[in-house]
Nanobody, 126 residues
């Protein structure tokens, strides 16, 4: 069982990046997925989640309107499209999976998730 995050990099303010998280060893169809991020010296922060069945989407206020989460169950992949990036978005981004559809208040919590990817660095700087 493994999650592999990719797509991070260095981008200028206002730019875009697309992160991907691919699962191996299990079927993402039955899992809600989340993206978290952790900046140096700060706690891990919830960014966005998508439900397992109807794929309901949730976003932190700090990224709402700029980030879009999506899933492609045929490819066993979840993506995070990040637009209008700001220096404050600089962090290591992690994807995570939990079976079923926890309520939103649980999706905010890193402890809810059973599986984690290794993280991908996003740096927004001019």
């Amino acid at each position: 069982v493994q999650l592999q995050a990719s797509g991070g990099g260095l981008v200028q303010p206002g730019g875009s990046l697309r992160l991907s998280c691919t699962a191996s060893g299990f079927n993402l169809d039955y899992y809600s997925m989340g993206w978290f991020r952790q900046a140096p010296g700060k706690e891990r922060e919830w960014v966005s989640s998508i439900g397992s069945s109807v794929g309901r989407k949730y976003y932190a206020d700090s990224v709402k309107g700029r980030f879009t989460i999506s899933r492609d169950n045929a490819k066993n992949t979840v993506s995070l499209q990040m637009n209008s990036l700001k220096p404050g978005d600089t962090a290591v981004y992690y994807c995570a999976a939990v079976r079923g559809n926890p309520v939103l208040s649980a999706l905010w919590l890193s402890s809810t998730y059973a599986y984690w990817g290794q993280g991908t660095q996003v740096t927004v700087s001019s």
